[in-house]
């Protein structure tokens, strides 16, 4: 005989009695998980199901016949309990707590019913209860976190608001505010609650973007974003805020944070417009308006970048004035600028738009054209450039005769490289002048002798950093008012076999191009940190960092493990950044930086005042410190300019709440001005020369013993 398996896998089940028989109910007593219990007028038990035997952990055995209340109840509540169990009325509810034979308190919601008997008296009780711990446990946690939130709402600085965006008639009604929020906004508690949010923006909103705006909140709460609120006088303010979902009281709210940012836009704003200036201002030649050699630098990035995808050449055509050195000795210099803004006018006249001129300095100028066929087409831009300088110029009533040679770099086939092509056009102006002035010349491969000793430079260093024949240098930075010492700055300084002492003006070029300025950088971060580590806690090394490493995915984990090689804590290491980091990838950069200040790494931006940075880079790096470079300094005491543009940039990094380091402090002079100008540390050959690590053992062992520093800034004797 086949069996089903699907009989085999049934689940044994308790025998069942036949429907009406006698043991019916009896046995839904036993099964159900509700609590039940007959107790009679005087409060003895008279059943006890197995619900109950389970919750209280006592038999019925234990408990019928028994009053109740002395066995689950605490002394103190056993009267109050059996009053509201006897007394009556009928039917009613109670809850109270049981306490188990282990300890554990359940508390119960019970039903009680009255059976009478013929006189219409209780003869017994019938309570049928459920087991509500949980619940009330739950709502008593919602009750205290509501508690903690109303008094986080009342005292919240920033302006709070909860917002009901379900309401049928009034979109995005207010239910709540803090006091914050009023005054923010210029209202009374009773004009803000029941209204509209649209009550405080400039169109209504919620009533046409509300739908869209709460998916976004579920979606991606917290949302953070600006926007602007509309004050109770007509005025319309700029707001940062931040909306996410709460639950309060069973409904879903929006919870808004609200902050009225004013004077952060108008700082910003300030901001802009003195970096605008700067920016001009270090980008374009003060005497005829045209670009400098950073501006001039760019545009010729660009256009190399550009003509890289056709078959159209770039030519940077280098002029240097014959004889202007005689001009300014004998008409003085007044006239020999009136002729550097002459040949300026007329090397634009006679070039598109598009095309750049640029002046570097002194008598030289340099003219961009791009677009060109070739050499041919090359050749007739430097003769229409000629020709433009030939006529006679008037200067004062003296008539002077221009003359310039020119050198011409064309790519292709010439470098693609702006810095390289320049010095490429440069050679073969000076093979022009060589060869007897007012002349043309074209780059050959025979004028690039500094090609061969870059490519030199680059092997020896790359043969010094697999050996490790590089030094690290320290100059201190210190506190301006005080001289007492805050930290150093790591100065990466090569000595080589064959070139001799090679500057880092030199090097540090070579190695950007070459890509040996990440291995460069990661000897320099280990090297700081060993020495960090040899000198002990209590002290800060700056070293620099270039946009180049910045950028790459593994440079905070490289930052990581130098730290932990050498035991060092990240709150003693500060990396200075260079400008160039706002033209580079500023998201990438941002968040590497975030991940390395979670490390308690401080960061820096160097050469601040360059022209490289934009206000962006400020508001959107997380830095802690700006340092102003060296330029900004040098006419610092003899020029009322130089002391407003420096005292302006102080001003606006501490309303941003960013530290300022000047370098490049050389004389007394300077250092009075910047402490009156509150900055709050300084570095230069003034209070410390670069020097190796040994030269400062003593001064750093003195500072660890709380030697009181000597007066004034700590002079330091060391190498360039």
Known sequence: MAINSRFLRMPRVPWAPAAGGPDLAETVLNVTDTLVMVLDAQGCVLRFNRACECLSGLEAAQVVGRVLWPLLLDEHEQ?????SFLSGPFPNRREHAWRTVHGERRVILWSNAAVLDRQGRTALIIATGVDVTAEREAQAARLESEARFRTLFEQSADGLV???????????????????????????????VGASIDLLHPYPMMAQEGPELLAWIREEQPVHGEGAHRHRDGRV???????????????????????????????????????????????????????????????????????????????????????????????????????????????????????????????????????????????????????????????GGQPVDVQSSMGVALHPPDSSLPANLLRQADMAMYQAKRE??????????????????????????????????????????????????????????????????????????????????????????????????????????????????????????????ALQR???????????????????????????????????????????GTGQSSVSTLLKLPLDELKLDRSLITSLTDSPQAQRVVESLIGLARGLRLNVIVEGVETAGQLDLLRAMRCGVVQGYLTGRPAPPDTWADLIRTLRADRTPADGPPVASGGH
């Open 162 to 192: 909860l917002i009901d965006p379900h309401d049928p008639d009034v979109p995005w009604r207010i239910v709540d505010c803090n006091e914050a929020f009023c005054r923010m906004n210029g209202y009374g508690y009773e004009d803000l």
């Open 566 to 608: 050498h035991g060092v804590g990240g709150e003693q290491l500060k990396l200075e950044l260079t400008e160039r980091l706002a033209v580079r990838d500023l998201h990438r950069a941002a968040r590497h930086l975030s991940q390395l200040r979670d490390l308690g790494v401080r960061l820096s931006l160097d050469d601040f």
């Open 79 to 83: 009267e109050e309990v059996a009053g």
């Open 237 to 395: 303010f700029p707001i940062e805020s931040a909306s996410s979902l709460v639950m309060v009281g069973g409904r879903e709210l929006v919870l808004g944070q609200d902050r009225d940012i004013s004077e952060r836009k108008r700082a910003e704003e300030r901001l802009r417009q003195l970096a605008a200036q700067m920016t001009f201002d270090a980008q374009h030649d003060p005497l005829t308006g045209l670009p400098n050699r950073a501006l001039l630098l760019d545009r010729l990035q660009l256009e190399l970048r550009r003509v890289g995808r056709s078959t159209a050449c770039v030519a940077v055509y280098f002029i240097d004035l014959d004889g202007f050195k005689r001009v300014n000795d004998m008409l003085g210099h007044a006239v020999g600028d009136e002729l550097l803004r002459e040949v300026a006018v007329r090397l634009q006249g006679c070039v598109r738009p598009s095309d750049t001129v640029a002046r570097l300095g002194g008598d030289e100028f340099v003219v961009v054209v791009s677009d060109l066929n070739g050499r041919e087409d090359a050749e007739r831009v430097a003769r229409r450039l000629q020709a433009a300088l030939e006529p006679t110029v008037n200067l």
């Open 436 to 561: 007897g002035r007012n002349g043309v010349r074209f780059f050959n491969s025979m004028l690039d002798v500094a090609a061969h000793s870059q490519m030199f430079t680059e092997v020896r260093l790359r043969r010094a950093l697999q050996r490790q024949a590089l030094q690290l240098h320290y100059q201190p930075q210190v506190d301006a008012e005080t001289g007492a010492l805050l930290g150093f700055e790591a100065l990466v300084r090569w000595t080589d076999e064959e070139l001799g002492a090679v500057s880092p003006t030199r090097f540090i070029p070579v190695a950007e191009e070459s890509g040996l300025i990440v291995p460069l950088g990661q000897w320099v971060l280990n090297e700081a940190c060993r020495q960090l580590a040899e000198w002990g806690p209590g002290v800060r090394v700056a070293v620099n960092v270039s946009a180049l490493e910045v950028a790459r995915d593994d440079f905070v984990a490289g930052v990581e493990r």
